[in-house]
């Protein structure tokens, strides 16, 4: 029965996302009109592609790349994924959630502010990120370790009979296999630090 074992690997496996939502025109009506300046922590807030919410604009397994993420919002477009992710903008931002012991930082691409399409890409790249043994204890219980391990077993069967299984199952347990299949992207609340965010899942 698969799942007894697991498997660490030290090669990191991701791969370059592709365009998000590509073939949306128009501009995003979901940017927040806020400022650049004279903003501050207190009324920081995520861009609206990415704040948390019930029912989030974007539908994101965040174990599969961002070109798997889909909507159906109807007014959602491509060039949303290039405005700033959070506001007030952020060169560099951290994410962080309860569910690991590590938090995510996220460096914009175009050297000003870190972008709805960073953000995503970077969580993604992140996650992707091979666990080591020593980060596998630290779970701290058999419990935990085994419902990791399931996540592990969990992700590479489910691509079973199709292409880019052997691959899975050979890259061993990852972070994302932390959140013990916890991967639908919820989105980002701010913190009360304007640079660190909290990401929410379900």
Not at 179 to 202: E, N, P, Q
Request: one cysteine or more; hydrophobic letters at 35%; aromatic letters at 8%.
């Amino acid at each position: 029965m698969p799942g007894k074992h697991v498997r660490f690997s030290t090669e990191n496996t991701f791969h370059s996302p592709a365009p998000l939502l590509s073939s949306l025109p128009g501009p995003t009506p979901y940017a927040p009109r806020r400022s650049y300046t004279h903003s501050s922590a207190a009324n920081a807030r995520a861009h609206n592609l990415v704040a948390f919410a019930d029912s989030p604009l974007l539908s994101f397994d965040i174990s599969l790349p961002p070109s798997a993420i889909t909507t159906h919002f109807h007014g959602v477009s491509s060039t949303g994924f290039q405005e700033p992710a959070v506001y007030p903008p952020q060169s560099t931002i951290s994410i962080v959630t309860q569910h690991l012991p590590w938090s995510i930082t996220v460096a914009a691409s175009n050297g000003r502010y870190v972008t709805v399409a960073d953000t995503l890409n970077a969580l993604h790249r992140s996650l992707r990120t091979n666990v080591t043994v020593e980060e596998y204890n630290t779970l701290g219980s058999h419990k935990l370790r085994r419902r990791a391990t399931e996540a592990y077993t969990h992700r590479y069967m489910r691509l079973q009979g199709h292409r880019g299984y052997t691959e899975e199952k050979r890259g061993g347990l990852k972070r994302v296999d932390f959140l013990m299949g916890c991967t639908k992207f919820r989105g980002l609340s701010a913190t009360g630090a304007a640079d660190v965010w909290r990401l929410h899942i379900s």
